[in-house]
């Protein structure tokens, strides 16, 4: 046998080439990365909406005085609008942000406006709202966002969800 010779084919082997096989090569997982990045994924597209979720919830329960109670339901209101791309703007009034939900969204049975007046009486009145008054603003609240919800169609909903920002 003469060295270097291929057996069988009487040629020399390719310049650099072995009969051993390399075996110092590095392997990238992809996909092991690959997978593991799908189930993190699905895990935030799962726990964001969950997350925010049980934070309003725990936001309306931890109020206890009427006054906080109708700021909460005020603030979670607030919250469910921006994820619709409709939350209050730097600066913008409550009733300045109730005209301009009311001029975008034809609201019925005056659900925002009621809301809208009690949170502004429970911001800056002197006397606190009473606790039907709280209690009422919780469910005029969750109204008003069933109508943004309903006029803001699927794609800006699901997309809402996803928002930054609770």
């Given at each position: 046998?003469?060295?270097?010779?291929?057996?069988g084919?009487?040629?020399?082997?390719?310049?650099?080439?072995?009969?051993?096989?390399?075996?110092?090569?590095?392997?990238?997982?992809?996909?092991?990365?690959?997978?593991?990045?799908?189930?993190?994924?699905?895990?935030?597209?799962?726990?964001?909406?969950?997350a925010?979720?049980?934070?309003?919830?725990?936001?309306?329960?931890?109020?206890?005085?009427?006054?906080?109670?109708?700021?909460?339901?005020?603030?979670?209101?607030?919250?469910?609008?921006?994820?619709?791309?409709?939350?209050?703007?730097?600066?913008?009034?409550?009733?300045?942000h109730?005209?301009?939900?009311?001029?975008?969204?034809?609201f019925t049975?005056?659900?925002?406006?009621?809301?809208?007046?009690?949170a502004?009486?429970?911001?800056?009145?002197?006397?606190?709202?009473?606790?039907?008054?709280?209690?009422?603003?919780?469910?005029?609240?969750?109204?008003?966002?069933?109508?943004?919800?309903?006029d803001?169609?699927?794609?800006r909903?699901?997309?809402?969800?996803?928002?930054?920002?609770?």
């Amino acid at each position: 046998l003469v060295p270097g010779l291929v057996p069988g084919s009487g040629r020399l082997p390719p310049f650099g080439a072995t009969d051993t096989p390399d075996r110092s090569r590095y392997s990238v997982p992809y996909r092991l990365i690959l997978l593991g990045s799908l189930a993190v994924l699905g895990a935030l597209l799962i726990a964001v909406p969950i997350a925010k979720s049980a934070w309003r919830r725990r936001l309306l329960r931890r109020s206890r005085e009427p006054r906080d109670h109708v700021l909460a339901a005020y603030r979670v209101f607030d919250g469910e609008a921006a994820d619709l791309g409709l939350g209050r703007r730097e600066g913008e009034t409550l009733d300045e942000h109730r005209a301009r939900l009311a001029a975008a969204i034809a609201f019925t049975d005056g659900h925002l406006g009621r809301l809208t007046s009690i949170a502004t009486r429970a911001a800056y009145a002197s006397e606190a709202p009473t606790r039907e008054e709280a209690n009422a603003s919780v469910d005029d609240a969750r109204k008003a966002i069933r109508e943004l919800r309903r006029d803001a169609g699927i794609i800006r909903r699901i997309v809402g969800t996803y928002r930054p920002g609770l």
